[in-house]
């Protein structure tokens, strides 16, 4: 018993007490995010964890909308966010909410604070409040309209309600305690005049709670058994315990944990839509974003995201984890599911001399070598090849096992050939390699004796087909682009991030491929098919590079 308890997390630990001790016979959890953006990385650990220790005690999840500011919220980004969480494989069937769905308890529950005395109608200015409440090492002050009376409380409340007074004219705050240690519970503001259109309630409300209160109490309304949210809202906690034993509704617990900040990423919703805004992306979804959009059209696989979340598991401290174990976990997953093929990015000629000038052989090639059932497909031969431009060097040193005069390499899935004599323009630019190839030399039937040490891709230039390459690098250039105050995180935004090659040839195969699919390019990396592609011309995102160069760079400098 003693090993199985320290392997549970935190969290597993007070779910299975709770359990245990009846206080709950089953579990139920939220996912509750703000319709003011999309979904980013820390969203799919808070996801993972909602819903997989739902699922690990046989309980239930909601997704529930905090839909309470009008101002910033559309119904693109509901439809966005519920659009990745089933990328993700999470599923809350019919339970999905809204914080509009409860204003009117919202509404009642505010009617209750002020009759008991708990709540009052304040006419001071934001600025005003914010100079009141003092700082963290001076206590505040209170408000000259702390010790109205119920009646005209309940009176000036219901006149905000009903639309009398001008925004930000009069609050509803609560009545705690304006010394109190922790400045959100210094009479924190409850509700707000705010005229904005509701993308679900219409005018209906000219008043918005503030998170604060919809929160906790949406999730007393839907008997939440255990709130889980990120380290942030610890200083929260108070408040949401205050307004429970307040209101005398269902005592939901709100527990934190370690929100997941990745190096060279930024978690931030304000942040990001400022990129979108200001055009350094070309929006929520572009392949460079964390967001889950991003990340799905760079073609990271969701099961990817999950290994990720398992391996850095729950903590209660927060760290900056480095993101060459995102890479890691990427890798892992693609190169058990991803079919190899070829494609040159900045091809070079090459013609075989002593081939058959009209001949076509189809080769044989298979897909993955780590899925035996992944099969195998059929890739034109012929007399000219395009080869990458890197691989063929004049006077190459011993150590060079590509292509250079007098040298051997092995084509994939073919013959070996040797390089006889490279082809320059008027001004000594390599236009054309020519080699000759050992007839019986073919891959899986080789009987020529001949060596080689080097193996190159190719595609046959009769059956090349043109496409597109996006090579997304990181956004930004500095692990942590937030860690200072002083500096606009702007400033480390990676010019480089996207290069773009518009000239690479692809083996007819991929002409069939669609948007989204995955693939290994043989020696260069893994990509993935963008959602711009047409039937004319197939676009490519690159996922990740074969190997971890950017680690090896960090480790010269």
Known sequence: MEEKRKSLNFIEQIIEEDLSSGKHKSILTRFPPEPNGYLHIGHVKALWINFGLAAKYGGK??????????????????????????????????????????????????????????????????????????????????????????????ELFQGMVDGKYPDGSRTLRAKIDIAHDNMLMRDP?????????????????????????????????????????????????????????????????????????????ITSKRRLLKLVKEGYVSGWDDPRMPTIAGMRRRGYPPEALILFCEKT????RNILIEIELLESCIREV??????????VEKPILL?????????????????????????????????????????FMTNAPRKYYRLSEGRNVRLKHGYIVNCIEALRDEDGEVTEVLCTY????????????????????????????????????????????????????????????????DSAMMEPSLQEANPGDRFQFLRKGYFCVDEESTEDRVVFNRTITLRDTWAKIKHKS
């Open 61 to 154: 999840t909601n997704l529930r909308f905090d839909d309470t500011n009008p101002a910033t919220e559309e119904t693109e980004y509901v439809e966005g966010i519920k659009r990745d969480i089933k990328w993700l494989g999470y599923d809350w069937e019919d339970r999905e909410f809204h914080a509009s769905d409860y204003f009117d308890d919202l509404y009642q529950f505010a009617l209750k604070l002020i009759k008991d005395g708990n709540a009052y109608v304040d006419d001071s200015t934001s600025e005003e409040i914010a100079v009141m409440k003092g700082t963290p090492t001076q206590p505040g002050v209170d408000s000259p309209y702390r010790n109205r009376s119920v009646e005209e409380n309940l």
């Open 438 to 501: 050992y007839p019986d030399s073919k891959s899986g039937e080789d009987t020529s004796g001949v060596k080689a040490k080097g193996t190159l891709h190719w595609v046959s230039a009769s059956h090349a087909i043109s496409c597109e390459i996006r090579h997304y690098d990181r956004l930004f250039t500095v692990d942590n682009p937030l860690a200072d105050d002083e500096v606009d995180y702007i400033e480390y935004y990676n010019k480089d991030s996207l290069v773009t090659v």
């Open 351 to 391: 013609t075989i001399t002593n081939y058959p000038e009209d001949n076509v052989e189809m080769l044989t090639a298979e897909n993955n070598p780590e899925d035996e059932n992944s099969g195998s497909r059929e890739i034109p031969f012929s007399r000219q090849l395009y080869i990458e431009r890197e691989d």
């Open 189 to 265: 503001l409850l509700y707000r005049i705010k005229r904005e259109h509701h993308h679900r309630t219409g005018d209906k409300w000219c008043v918005y709670p503030m998170y604060d209160f919809a929160h906790g109490q949406s999730d007393s309304i839907e008997n939440i058994t255990h709130s889980l949210c990120s380290l942030e809202f610890k200083n929260h906690r108070p408040l949401y315990d205050w307004l429970i034993e307040k209101l005398e509704i269902f005592p939901s617990r709100q527990i934190e944990f370690a929100r997941m900040n990745v190096a060279f990423m």
């Open 334 to 343: 693609l190169n058990k599911t991803t079919n190899r093929v070829m494609v």
């Open 313 to 316: 598991g729950v903590a209660k």
